[in-house]
């Protein structure tokens, strides 16, 4: 895994400065999930649909985002592949 890769981020608030905040910090080649009321933050990203965007299955379908699924272009997570995709970094940082 590459240095860029060590690290992956975790937006669990639905506020857009948890977002923003994120990509503030985070460098290129690291993952970011959308979780939980974190996953609200999908239709802003809609029209860039970056490849290192995931978000949790459950949590775009519980809030009825499953028209800005394909924003997630990293692909839409179950809770054991985003458990593996965390265990699979040095580093988690949680934004909310």
Known sequence: MSAAARCVHLVLGADA????????HRLD????VLAGP???QLPRLAD?????LHAVAAD???????????????GLLS???WARLV??????????
């Open 17 to 24: 400065g948890a977002l923003e905040a994120c990509l503030a």
């Open 60 to 74: 775009v379908e519980a809030r009825g985002l499953a028209p800005w699924a394909h924003a997630a272009a990293g």
């Open 48 to 52: 860039d649909a970056p490849a290192w």
């Open 29 to 32: 080649g690291e993952p970011v």
């Open 79 to 81: 809770d054991a592949e």
């Open 87 to 96: 265990l699979a970094h040095e580093q988690s940082l949680s934004w909310a």
């Open 38 to 40: 974190g996953a609200a």
